[in-house]
């Protein structure tokens, strides 16, 4: 059974930094692409990071560029993702996601292309 699980969200001041955890299980954690989107409320989930462990290709929204880094610990079957320079516009349910029905091949960016999900956690940053 795949499974993903969240870890890390929490309340921080703007400016201030972050490190989510996704810990997967169930399939071969380096074959596949691993992404993180977000949804804030009332609007639609999006890209926010993406990662293929096969090559290390990584792939940022640009809305994060540069204040989010995304890694991976094979090892851990454990993809991070840091981030700093938070605003109050990156509150949001923050998910990762995998996409196990295409082995090192594509990278999607799109939530149509992850057909695992784990449940999410909380990220609220104050103004």
């Known amino acids: 059974e795949v499974q993903l699980v969240e870890s890390g969200g929490g309340l921080v001041q703007a400016g201030g930094s972050l490190r989510l955890s996704c810990t997967t299980s169930?399939?071969?954690?380096?074959?596949?692409?691993i992404g993180w989107f977000r949804q804030a409320p009332g609007k639609e989930r999006e890209i926010v990071s993406c990662?293929?462990?096969?090559?290390?290709?990584?792939y940022y929204a640009n809305s994060v560029k540069g204040r989010f880094t995304t890694s991976s610990d094979n090892a851990k079957n454990t993809v991070y993702l840091q981030m700093s320079s938070l605003k109050p516009e990156d509150t949001a349910v923050y998910y990762c996601?995998?996409?196990?029905?295409?082995?090192?091949?594509?990278?999607?960016?799109?939530?149509?292309?992850?057909?695992?999900w784990g449940q999410g956690t909380q990220v609220t940053v104050s103004s």
């Open positions: 996601a995998a996409d196990t029905r295409t082995s090192r091949s594509r990278v999607g960016t799109d939530v149509y292309e992850y057909n695992n």
């Open positions: 169930g399939f071969t954690f380096e074959d596949y692409a």
């Open positions: 990662i293929s462990s096969w090559d290390g290709n990584i």
